[in-house]
């Protein structure tokens, strides 16, 4: 069993940034991808950015086109937290995001939909003022 806490949403202004923490409590955590999304108000929850068991340099990531260049994930195992650095944050940024694992141990991929997913955090509120 894996739970999840997300923290570092707040209000920011357009062109800042903002980096998202996500906390996971449970032995495996190391051991599966993750992933975070984000939902709009009136809007489906979306893929932002996946990353891999490994994290690290070589670990595998990946991003929705709106996010690239300008969010990065990553995870230090050892603190069992995966993060979500935001830059040139936008409008359209505005959501709630959260942070998912993924129940396939020792696994590169991430997955990109939300049924790949098998745990979930509560989200944490970004928004961003134009």
């Known amino acids: 069993q894996v739970q999840l806490v997300e923290s570092g949403g707040r209000l920011v202004q357009a062109g800042g940034s903002l980096r998202l923490s996500c906390a996971a409590f449970?032995?495996?955590?190391?051991?599966?991808?993750m992933g975070w999304f984000r939902q709009a108000p009136g809007k489906e929850r979306e893929f932002v950015a996946g990353i891999g068991w490994t994290g690290g340099p070589d670990g595998n990531t990946g991003y929705r086109d709106s996010v690239k260049g300008r969010f990065t994930i990553s995870r230090d195992n050892a603190k069992n937290t995966v993060y979500l650095q935001m830059n040139s944050l936008k409008p359209e940024d505005t959501a709630v995001y959260y942070c998912?694992?993924?129940?396939?141990?020792?696994?590169?991929?991430?997955?990109?939909?939300?049924?790949?997913?098998?745990?979930w955090g509560q989200g944490t509120q970004v928004t961003v003022s134009s």
């Open positions: 998912a694992a993924r129940r396939s141990q020792f696994s590169t991929w991430y997955g990109t939909s939300e049924s790949e997913y098998d745990y």
């Open positions: 449970g032995r495996t955590f190391s051991t599966y991808p």
